[in-house]
T-cell receptor
Framework: AQSVTQLDSQVPVFEEAPVELRCNYSSSVSVYLFWYVQYPNQGLQLLLKYLSGSTLVKGINGFEAEFNKSQTSFHLRKPSVHISDTAEYFCAVSEYNQGGKLIFGQGTELSVKP | KAGVTQTPRYLIKTRGQQVTLSCSPISGHRSVSWYQQTPGQGLQFLFEYFSETQRNKGNFPGRFSGRQFSNSRSEMNVSTLELGDSALYLC??????????????FGQGTRLTVV
């Protein structure tokens, strides 16, 4: 069965420092991979997605992620974070031919300190 | 282009009552999915509708049901509410049918509190 593990529940970091949010998944079939961000009392906003092709995916707000099939990972990175990046980040997968069903990780709370 | 609209934004209900939540997808989107978000269980898939048909269903009891209308608007219903149903309910729309291969746009959610 599909599952997604986000390895860190909370990541505190200072402003302008680099950050990596880790995500591992488990699936027996091909998957699509996503990172979403959620600000307080808001819905989810897509940061980036991997469907196929290049394993390095660039998203909005300076975020990027790398798909590693052998390690079944899809870690999110940003070289320099801002206070405004403080939010909860969710990694999600959907299986090929499973339509819109997304399986989410438990989330990583990114806290950027001045 | 208007985003995904969920109504109401906040709702307080009593145990045993039923509730109906509404979701209007982005114009042109034909797939609507519903998710429950709680602090303990995180984000869990409820069901997905495309062209008025349920295509996929999560592991929730039968008290949770949904439907989709011909204009792609969707409703979900929870009957015999329990305290544990308190959650943020999120709706996502996408072009479909293989919505997993396209971007899912989320609404701001309906915060349901059961007392």
């Amino acid at each position: 069965a599909q599952s997604v593990t986000q390895l860190d529940s909370q990541v505190p970091v200072f402003e302008e420092a680099p950050v990596e949010l880790r995500c591992n998944y488990s699936s027996s079939v091909s998957v699509y991979l996503f990172w979403y961000v959620q600000y307080p009392n808001q819905g989810l906003q897509l940061l980036l997605k991997y469907l196929s092709g290049s394993t390095l995916v660039k998203g909005i707000n300076g975020f990027e992620a790398e798909f590693n099939k052998s390690q079944t990972s899809f870690h999110l990175r940003k070289p320099s974070v801002h206070i405004s990046d403080t939010a909860e980040y969710f990694c999600a997968v959907s299986e090929y031919n499973q339509g819109g069903k997304l399986i989410f990780g438990q989330g990583t709370e990114l806290s950027v300190k001045p | 282009k208007a985003g995904v609209t969920q109504t109401p934004r906040y709702l307080i209900k009593t145990r045993g009552q039923q509730v109906t939540l509404s979701c209007s997808p982005i114009s042109g989107h034909r797939s609507v999915s519903w998710y429950q978000q709680t602090p303990g269980q995180g984000l869990q898939f409820l069901f997905e509708y495309f062209s008025e048909t349920q295509r996929n269903k999560g592991n929730f009891p039968g008290r949770f049901s949904g439907r989709q209308f011909s204009n792609s608007r969707s409703e979900m219903n929870v009957s015999t509410l329990e305290l544990g149903d308190s959650a943020l309910y999120l709706c996502a729309s996408s072009l479909g049918p293989r919505a997993g291969s396209t971007e899912a746009f989320f609404g701001q959610g309906t915060r349901l509190t059961v007392v």
